[in-house]
């Protein structure tokens, strides 16, 4: 697992334009977002800590399908599992290794948000930042689930609209969910995303840690957790 994790981190290290995608793009779209709503800093206030966890779950998404799958497609997933190395172990390295620039990317938005552009958080930062890694590892773990499914890199980007899309549209970023029809929000309530968003809203308007909070932060890392473990399930050692 450790051996897996170390040879995705070399790869990364010697791909400049993923590193920025991982780790700068967030960032400039926070930035972005901020400038955009110049004249309402409280538009920016009640809308950046939802999005301060959603844009990494998008980015880590998108680059650890495309990742797995290219490793599948080239036959290096094939040639690792002729090894003594298990599916688990496999998915186990991987998660490790995005984890690790998980924590570069949510720890770089956050101290962004809050520092530089004035996010007004009631709670402690280091709680948004909780939050933001748990919804990067997510967003690891459904790429990694994802791009089982996929035949060509076109087809792990086609995923994005059937996996996230719903989820941003219910998540209650752009209306409250108990303001939905009651069958959306019905879904809602079974969407990780929609308790990312509701963790952030907690460190938002709450100065310690809520009862909300805590199902929201075990909600997501359990997702994330049993999504994991659903791509070691179904791991396939190369794409037909």
Same mark, same amino acid.
């Given at each position: 697992?450790?051996?897996?994790a $170390?040879?995705? /981190?070399?790869?990364? @290290? ?5 590193? !920025? %995608?991982?780790?700068? =793009?967030? #960032?400039? &779209? ?20 939802s ?41 186990? $390295?991987?998660? /490790?290794?995005?984890? @690790? ?5 949510? !720890? %770089?938005?956050?101290? =962004?948000? #809050?520092? &530089?552009?004035?996010l007004d ?45 719903p ?74």
């Amino acid at each position: 697992m450790t051996a897996t994790a $170390g040879r995705v /981190l070399r790869q990364l @290290a010697h791909d400049p334009r993923t590193i !920025a %995608l991982l780790v700068i =793009v967030p #960032v400039l &779209l926070i930035t972005l977002l901020r400038y955009v709503f110049d004249g309402a800093a409280g538009t920016f206030d009640s809308i950046g800590a939802s999005l301060l966890g959603i844009f990494p779950l998008i980015t880590m998404f998108l680059v650890t399908s495309i990742a797995t799958l290219r490793e599948r497609t080239s036959g290096t997933l094939e040639r690792l599992l002729s090894l003594p190395l298990g599916k688990g172990g496999l998915i186990g $390295g991987y998660a /490790l290794a995005f984890g @690790a620039v998980a924590v570069v990317q949510s !720890a %770089l938005a956050t101290a =962004v948000s #809050v520092w &530089l552009l004035g996010l007004d958080v009631v709670g402690s930062p280091w709680l948004l930042l909780l939050v933001a890694l748990l919804d990067a590892l997510l967003g690891t773990a459904l790429g990694l689930f994802v791009s089982a499914f996929a035949a060509s890199e076109f087809q792990a980007v086609q995923f994005m609209p059937a996996v996230i899309f719903p989820q941003l549209l219910l998540c209650g970023l752009f209306t409250p969910r108990e303001a939905m029809h009651p069958v959306l929000e019905a879904i809602s309530n079974v969407l990780p995303m929609s308790y990312a968003v509701d963790g952030m809203n907690q460190v938002l308007h709450h100065t310690g840690v809520t009862g909300d909070f805590v199902r929201d932060v075990v909600v997501v890392a359990g997702s994330a957790l049993l999504v994991l473990c659903l791509g070691a399930v179904t791991l396939r050692r190369r794409t037909p």
